[in-house]
């Protein structure tokens, strides 16, 4: 086995901005510039431990709590060790958890270094949980689960995380059809949103479809709470039998299982064709011509604007400042509780019902 390459601190304090950003943790150095989009308090708070030593900062929960997920995501990122004996021999820098530098005279004794806790190593994972092998299909291993909805809820709200995408079924077709790049939301959704609004134009004044459109994307911030809260997350109602565990599985909770997973973010369109059939129907029935054409058009459009929001959310670094507190909200319901933060575009249905973290 080769040796792991060394790195002197003045070698990582070079790598402290967002094109190239370094870490020390427990001697071992680490590249994180790919994780400062996925961070759930923002690229801002990872850039300012850019280059230092961040041993004594990450497991300080006053600051922000990690979970054992982001330890997990740490080892991928591994690149080399610190030079220990250039280390002894210098005057270094860490950070404490107040923010102040310490500087270590070489005659003081050096932490010791533990392993971090492993990536999912996916026979390692297997062997030790016994719930999915993410070297293999999984849809079929769902199909021919023998799991107990308690060690299924547990396993299933576990972040595992892959460097690409897990294998859904053997057969590259059905494999194909699981798979949603985000740009295929805006081609499919957007015309449809917009032939619904000129529809609605032919039949109503051109104000009115435009006032019935914007109805529709408020109307979907709700329907977008609802169907998270209790289509997606029937944990608790979850019938006790293998074949639930696989709805489950499929409708949402991939999702909790490989949150990072960039192919599965956008809701492939198979499965929104299904959920939005019967919601374009209620809508014709409980509108009129033309008011339900306008409404329908901005629920579609809203629809389109979430599922582009959630994959931004997941990966990609936001502009707005906003965008960058959801992404900390939805992450948050990711990596410390899924039965709380189900607002994936405004936290206004948290905050009505009451289902937000309590930090917030």
């Known amino acids: 086995m080769a040796s792991p390459k060394l790195f002197t601190a003045s070698e990582v304090a070079a790598h402290d901005s967002s094109k190239t950003a370094w870490v020390i943790y427990k001697n071992k150095v680490y590249d994180i510039t790919t994780f400062l989009d996925s961070h759930p308090g923002g690229d801002e708070i990872v850039l300012e431990y850019a280059g230092k030593d961040i041993t004594k900062i990450l497991p300080d929960i006053d600051l922000h709590e990690h979970s054992e997920s982001a330890y997990d995501m740490l080892e991928d990122m591994c690149i080399g060790q610190l030079d220990v004996e250039e280390q002894q021999n210098a005057k270094i820098v860490t950070l404490t958890p107040n923010g102040l530098k310490k500087r270590k005279e070489p005659t003081e004794k050096l932490e010791e270094e533990t392993d971090l806790i492993s990536n999912t190593d996916t026979k390692k994972d297997f062997q030790n949980q016994q719930f999915l092998d993410l070297g293999r299909p999984l849809v079929s291993q769902m199909w ?133 059939t019967p ?36 990966h990609a670094r936001p502009l707005l400042d906003y965008l960058r507190q959801m992404k900390t909200y939805h992450l948050d319901h990711h990596y410390k509780d899924y039965e709380e933060n189900f607002g994936i575009t405004t936290m206004i249905w948290d905050t009505v019902f009451h289902t937000m973290l309590k930090a917030y």
């Open 144 to 276: 021919n689960n023998n799991f107990t909805k308690e060690f299924y809820l547990k396993q299933v709200h576990t972040p595992r995380h892959l460097p690409q995408p897990a294998i859904f079924f053997s057969n590259p077709l059905l494999e194909l059809l699981t798979r949603t790049p985000w740009y295929v939301i805006p081609i499919i959704w957007f015309p449809i949103s917009m032939y619904f609004l000129t529809s609605a134009t032919a039949i109503v004044s051109t104000q009115w479809s435009l006032l019935c459109f914007v109805s529709g994307i408020l109307l979907w911030t709700g329907l977008e709470y609802a169907i998270h809260r209790f289509l997606f997350h029937f944990d608790d109602s979850l019938p006790d039998h293998p074949k639930a565990f696989l709805i489950h599985f499929l409708l949402h909770g991939v999702h909790h299982y490989l949150p990072m997973d960039g192919l599965r973010l956008v809701m492939p369109p198979v499965l929104s064709f299904t959920l939005a």
């Open 279 to 314: 919601l374009v129907h209620l809508g014709y029935l409980l509108f009129n011509s033309g008011t339900a054409e306008g409404v329908i058009g901005g629920t579609l459009f809203g629809y389109m604007c979430y599922d582009l929001i959630h994959y931004n959310l997941h």
